[in-house]
């Protein structure tokens, strides 16, 4: 079946180092979609991509669109303890299914 | 923003008992909503599609008879699960998504269910 594949599943950085996360597909993507999940708590959207090679950024995050749509990542420049959790990618795959990247578990040591 | 209410935030029950679970789209109206089971430290599996006024799309392996699916009007979705087991505890997260495909999913807060 469809897959999103994401790495790395977990990565501890001391506060002030930066973060990347990478996602890829099997297949072409309608479009992407990262969310942060905080310990305990629900997944909440962050972004979305539509564009090949779209990038955009959110502060110190920053996002990147494959131009074959079919991966993505994730960068945080300067990591601080705020930004601890999960981070998932989600890949819309035809006819219009969201999967899930195994999500990557980011510790920040302060 | 959108608002995804789900209640019960976390529900312990015996084996053999029944669990209802609701998602509600707040401010609003969603055709579709999504349940998806989260183990711990693994990302979210969806179970199923939820589609209001019609029956629910499985995904393959997920046992339309044990998770029933209700989306009775566009703002209210129930996951009931049936006869549960231990191995049924888990965190189920029901996600929703405005008119627009490929909008944002927007979650709930999940339900932490315990089967004893």
């Known amino acids: 079946g469809q897959q999103v594949m994401q790495i790395p599943q977990y990565q501890h950085v001391q506060e002030g180092e930066d973060f990347t996360t990478y996602c890829n597909s099997s297949?072409?993507?309608?479009?992407i979609q990262w969310y942060k999940q905080r310990p305990g708590g629900h997944p909440v959207f962050l972004i979305q991509?539509?564009?090949?090679?779209e990038v955009k950024k959110q502060k110190r995050l920053t996002f990147q669109f494959g131009e074959a749509k079919k991966n993505s990542s994730l960068h945080i420049t300067a990591t601080q303890t705020t930004d601890v959790g999960t981070y998932f990618c989600?890949?819309?795959?035809?006819?219009?299914?969201?999967?899930f990247g195994a999500g990557t578990i980011l510790r920040v040591k302060s | 923003g959108a608002v995804v209410s789900q209640h019960p935030s976390w529900v312990i029950c015996k084996s053999g008992t029944s669990v209802k679970i609701e998602c509600r789209s707040l401010?609003?109206?969603?055709?579709?909503m999504f349940w998806y089971r989260q183990f711990p430290k693994q990302s979210l599996m969806l179970m199923a599609t939820?589609?209001?006024?019609?029956?629910?799309?499985?995904e393959q392996g997920v046992e339309k008879d044990k998770f029933l699916i209700n989306h009775a009007s566009l703002t209210l979705s129930t996951l009931t699960v049936t006869s549960a087991h231990p191995e049924d505890s888990s965190f189920y997260i029901c996600?929703?998504?405005?008119?627009?495909?490929?909008?944002?999913?927007?979650f709930g807060n999940g339900t932490r269910l315990t089967v004893t």
């Open positions: 401010d609003f109206q969603a055709t579709t």
């Open positions: 991509l539509v564009k090949s090679g």
């Open positions: 939820s589609n209001e006024g019609s029956k629910a799309t499985y």
């Open positions: 996600s929703a998504r405005e008119i627009f495909d490929n909008s944002p999913l927007h």
């Open positions: 297949t072409t993507l309608s479009n």
């Open positions: 989600a890949g819309v795959v035809p006819p219009n299914k969201l999967v």
